[in-house]
């Protein structure tokens, strides 16, 4: 790898860990994901076919990781990225590049906590301005203050793993050419996508939908469905099976009339403002302290400027009143925002709303709202798209990763300006009734019956797992484990029982980062000793 590579690639890392360049949440989801970073290290490398198929193959690992509450179980950004970097150096499988990522997964957990840590201190710094009222300081205290320590650290980290380790990469891959190790090493990368599906499944293996996993399993185990097809169909029958009617819609249809009471002081364009800043930048000084706290704040400034920028006092306690401790869905949050949005224009405008509502608000929604919010996000539509898109990706499809990012962004940003615009004209009764309507619940379960149906199809076309044990007498082998016995049950049984195996552990209360040990350990193993291939 030249210089300008491990440069080039030290820069994409630093920009998918930022919220540039469609948000918080719509970069993680997006740039940061293997299966789009490893089409982009690919034309970085010179070899954007095998990028594409490399990170499509790494992202299964990480279809079941979630942001939520602060955590980052596994760091899918640095395994995407430095793992298809590697194996593109040293001539790796997409096997034994699975396996090489997983470390490097670990090892961006490890920053990620130290950053959420660190970024404590900006925290301070802010509340000192805040309670100075210096407004026009809150873009650099939430954005570019954390994000440029952020990108220098992380620079200079990714350089020196990538430069420097692909080196040891290409002189291990030469040393290993052929032999039992490299050949380990393959056979494990077959077996660890039973452990992204079986975190996947912890969330979604649940009710009438645990069927259409075995469903889904038989489609393309018997049928030979691909996954492509399995969603489409499944996610027909799933719609039918949950059934909706008028009342589902009914909370919908009663916010679109806007109140008399909305734009007497703010008008669209201030609010479209505040929730770009908000899906932007909500999380750019994420922190174990007030987590999203200052990214609110920062969001609620033009507004909060609009209405108080002639009352210094009043301004300040505005965002003393707005930098409080929340932490929610990020769709939902802008519909939060658009609340507080409106009652501080209310309270402007001379109605009676103390400081201590604004918090009961904040406080009584984030919660409900990173429930529902976080599951048709994370568990739903981010694993569901991508699972489409991998399939695709996987056969050298390099249009597969930007498909991907423009139909997320498209249904992500849409969703994100109604919530806030509709959180803004109809005030926190409408949340009320959209969180209360039933639809979301209906989703979320017609979400689950595809998601189980998908994983039936994914461990039968993603998850390598067979015995190699046979009997041979003077060179006929006259009886084969894997075919006489497992074959003979059901095609494919041996992935499903430990995809199945995976998801019990981790169901029970095991570590998701023990689990994925224990799965290198023990298929290294076997596959060391030519038990499985």
Not at 51 to 71: E, H, K, P, Q, W
Request: charged letters at 15%; a neutral charge; aromatic letters at 10%.
């Amino acid at each position: 790898m030249t210089v300008l590579q491990a440069v080039l690639v030290a820069l994409y890392y630093v920009l998918a860990e930022s919220p540039w360049p469609f948000g918080s949440m719509g970069t993680w989801a997006t740039i940061d994901r293997p299966l789009v970073s490893g089409l982009f290290v690919g034309i970085i490398m010179g070899d954007p076919v095998k990028g594409c198929i490399i990170g499509a193959t790494i992202n299964i690992m990480y279809l079941g990781v979630i942001s939520a509450g602060g955590t980052l179980p596994e760091d899918s950004s640095m395994a995407g990225i430095m793992g298809t970097a590697f194996a593109l150096a040293g001539g790796l499988d997409t096997n034994a590049a699975l396996a090489l990522a997983v470390p490097l997964g670990v090892i961006g957990s490890v920053v990620w906590i130290l950053t959420m840590t660190a970024q404590c201190f900006v925290v301070q710094l802010a509340q000192k301005w805040i309670n100075e009222g210096k407004s026009k300081r809150m873009m650099f205290a939430n954005v570019w203050l954390p994000q440029g320590v952020k990108a220098i650290i992380r620079f200079i980290l990714a350089f020196v793993i990538v430069y420097f380790g692909s080196k040891g990469v290409v002189a291990a891959a030469d040393a290993m050419n052929g032999s039992a190790v490299l050949q380990a090493l393959s056979v494990m990368g077959g077996v660890l996508p039973a452990v992204g599906i079986g975190v996947m499944l912890t969330t979604i293996f649940k009710g009438k939908a645990k069927i259409f996993l075995f469903l889904g399993f038989f489609a393309a185990s018997f049928l030979g469905l691909n996954t492509i097809a399995i969603a489409l169909i499944f996610a027909c029958v799933a719609i039918l099976v949950v059934g909706f009617d008028k009342e589902d819609f009914a909370a919908f249809s009663n916010t679109k009339d806007a109140q008399e009471t909305s734009y007497k002081l703010i008008d669209k364009k201030m609010l479209r403002k505040m929730w770009l800043r908000w899906e932007m930048y909500c999380e750019s000084c994420y922190n174990y302290e007030i987590m999203q706290g200052l990214g609110f704040c920062n969001a609620m400034v033009p507004v909060l400027e609009r209405l108080y920028g002639d009352d210094k006092e009043e301004l300040t306690k505005a965002m003393q009143r707005q930098s409080v401790f929340f932490n929610t869905d990020h769709n939902f949050g802008g519909m939060i925002m658009g609340v507080c949005a409106s009652m501080e224009e209310q309270r402007k405008l001379g109605k009676e709303i103390d400081d201590d509502a604004f918090t009961s608000l904040k406080s009584g929604l984030m919660g409900p709202c990173a429930g529902i919010g976080d599951t048709l996000s994370q568990v739903v539509l981010i694993p569901v798209l991508a699972v489409i898109f991998i399939n695709l990706a996987q056969q050298g499809q390099v249009w597969a990763p930007i498909a991907y990012t423009v139909i997320f962004m498209v249904i992500w940003w849409g969703a994100g300006w109604w919530m806030c615009r509709t959180g803004y004209e109809q005030g926190g009764e409408a949340v009320l009734r959209l969180m209360e309507s039933g639809l979301f619940k209906k989703a979320i379960e017609v979400a689950n019956i595809l998601g189980c149906a998908v994983s039936g199809a994914l461990i039968v076309n993603y998850v390598t797992l067979n015995w190699t044990v046979s009997v041979v007498q003077e060179g006929v082998t006259i009886f084969d484990l894997q075919t006489g016995v497992f074959d003979a049950i059901c095609p494919n049984i041996m992935p499903l029982v430990a995809t199945m195996l995976i998801y019990k552990a981790i169901k029970d209360g095991k570590k998701m980062g023990w689990v994925m040990l224990a799965t290198m350990g023990i298929s290294f193993l076997l596959a060391l000793l030519g038990l499985i291939g």
